[in-house]
T-cell receptor, first 115, second 114 residues
Framework: GAVVSQHPSRVICKSGTSVKIECRSL??????MFWYRQFPKQSLMLMAT?????????EQGVEKDKFLINHASLTLSTLTVTSAHPEDSSFYIC???????????FGPGTRLTVL | DAKTTQPPSMDCAEGRAANLPCNHS???????VYWYRQIHSQGPQYIIH???NNETNEMASLIITEDRKSSTLILPHATLRDTAVYYC???????????????FGKGTLLTVNP
């Protein structure tokens, strides 16, 4: 299957700082990338969908000004958590799919801890 | 996407076959049945998908009933490393547009015991 990477794998930051998470499709071009969040003992919740070269589409209840998404190329999408607070601590996972693709492939996830 | 129903947990002995059921009675004609799994603290891993016919790959087999209202994922020889949450998702994939999304339920926690 296709490979999707995320960086960093884990990050600890102070409250009020911003954190950027990168998602890369390593061996295919991803026209669409997705960002999920997963709290302990819960399932994945979709936050937003990003399409290369256009604005991201956010799910209801997700603050677009707090979670900035950029999909500048067909292999890279970034999620920036701005002014992070302890309640933003979570496991962030991206996935990628190409146009006409029949499968989404997931990254390994990024564990964010905000102190 | 059609809602799916899975048992919250299952146990399986190492080396035996693990059969994970999924009900998707409202699945649409253009929706595939997808299976992913998530090992603790990792991203979901694609396993297999199918539309009508049974499918097999190096990881598992997928058996879909003729009416497509339910399916079973079979891990033929479960190992300890197969302990994970298994998600069954009914999904139409890229239905001609560039905006499509997977919806995850709670899945089945499969525990493989020594």
């Amino acid at each position: 299957g296709a490979v999707v990477s995320q960086h960093p794998s884990r990050v600890i930051c102070k409250s009020g700082t911003s954190v950027k998470i990168e998602c890369r499709s390593l061996d295919f071009q991803a026209t669409t990338m997705f960002w999920y969040r997963q709290f302990p003992k819960q399932s994945l919740m979709l936050m937003a969908t990003s399409n290369e070269g256009s604005k991201a589409t956010y799910e209801q209840g997700v603050e677009k000004d707090k979670f900035l998404i950029n999909h500048a190329s067909l292999t890279l999408s970034t999620l920036t958590v701005t002014s992070a607070h302890p309640e933003d601590s979570s496991f962030y996972i991206c996935s990628a799919g190409g146009l006409g693709a029949d499968t989404q492939y997931f990254g390994p996830g990024t564990r964010l801890t905000v102190l | 996407d059609a809602k799916t129903t899975q048992p919250p947990s299952m146990d399986c002995a190492e080396g035996r076959a693990a059969n994970l059921p999924c009900n998707h009675s409202t699945i649409s004609g253009n929706e595939y049945v997808y299976w992913y799994r998530q090992i603790h603290s990792q991203g979901p891993q694609y396993i297999i998908h199918g539309l009508k016919n049974n499918e097999t790959n190096e990881m598992a087999s997928l058996i879909i009933t003729e009416d497509r209202k339910s399916s079973t994922l079979i891990l033929p020889h479960a190992t300890l490393r197969d302990t994970a949450v298994y998600y069954c998702i009914a999904w139409a994939g890229d239905s001609g547009g560039s905006n499509y999304k997977l919806t995850f339920g709670k899945g089945t926690l499969l525990t493989v015991n020594p």
